[in-house]
């Protein structure tokens, strides 16, 4: 069984920084895509920033320059670096990883991320 456990969320003032941290364990073999997602409330779910397996990185361009995200393919590890958060950075952050050829996908149970004003 695979589980991915997130951590790190929280509460932080405007221009703050987070880091929030993804872990996947259980038998997993080949993961190719290792995303950040998030959902605020009343809004679609969307894509925050992905990495593949060879490190190529895409970013929204909501955060582009401000978020980083970066990954250990031996500890099957996630990570995104939240720097200059905004008000509007607050969300449900959700990890989701994704096979070779979409084998497999899985999913974090969310962190809570608050950017006050």
């Known amino acids: 069984q695979v589980q991915l456990v997130e951590s790190g969320g929280g509460l932080v003032q405007a221009g703050g920084s987070l880091r929030l941290s993804c872990a996947a364990s259980g038998s997993i073999s080949s993961i190719n895509r290792m995303n950040w997602y998030r959902q605020a409330p009343g809004k679609q779910r969307e894509l925050v920033a992905a990495?593949?397996?060879?490190?190529?990185?895409t970013y929204a361009d909501s955060v582009k320059g401000r978020f980083t995200i970066s990954r250990d393919n031996a500890k099957n590890t996630v990570s995104l670096q939240m720097n200059s958060l905004k008000p509007e950075d607050t969300a449900v952050y959700y990890c989701?990883?994704?096979?070779?050829?979409?084998?497999?996908?899985?999913w974090g149970q969310g962190t809570q991320v608050t950017v006050s004003s």
């Open positions: 990495i593949t397996s060879g490190g190529t990185t």
């Open positions: 989701n990883i994704v096979g070779r050829l979409g084998v497999y996908e899985y």
